[in-house]
């Protein structure tokens, strides 16, 4: 799969409800692994930030959601089920990443 492709998916995950962020980890067999989410992000997107193709709304986008996942990692109570479903700071994550994922939609690369 093409780097571009994998970003997309991975935007595609933070983005999605938390249900189906949910199902996504059950079908991984990682249902209590709410980090998965968050490590996948983290395995691709530093190149990207760097690659000045990319038009700077979305490079500032993707600071975006890393700068709030590391906030996040220090605090146990927003990595469960309950806390990807009701906590404000995973919808913050959905919403910057729907948008990162709408800009990388409508820019020719």
Request: negative net charge.
């Amino acid at each position: 799969m093409k780097q571009l492709e994998i970003l997309h998916s991975v935007l595609r995950n933070l983005s999605s409800s938390a249900d189906e962020q949910l199902e996504y980890l059950t079908a991984l067999g990682m249902q209590n692994s709410i980090d998965e989410i968050a490590l996948e992000f983290d395995d691709i997107v530093g190149p990207f930030v760097a690659d000045l193709k990319l038009p700077e709304a979305v490079r500032n986008k993707l600071r975006s959601i890393d700068e709030r996942l590391n906030k996040m990692s220090d605090h146990k109570d927003l990595w469960t089920p309950a806390a990807l479903k009701s906590r404000q700071e995973w919808t913050e994550i959905r919403s910057v990443a729907r948008r990162a994922l709408d800009d990388l939609s409508t820019k020719r690369l």
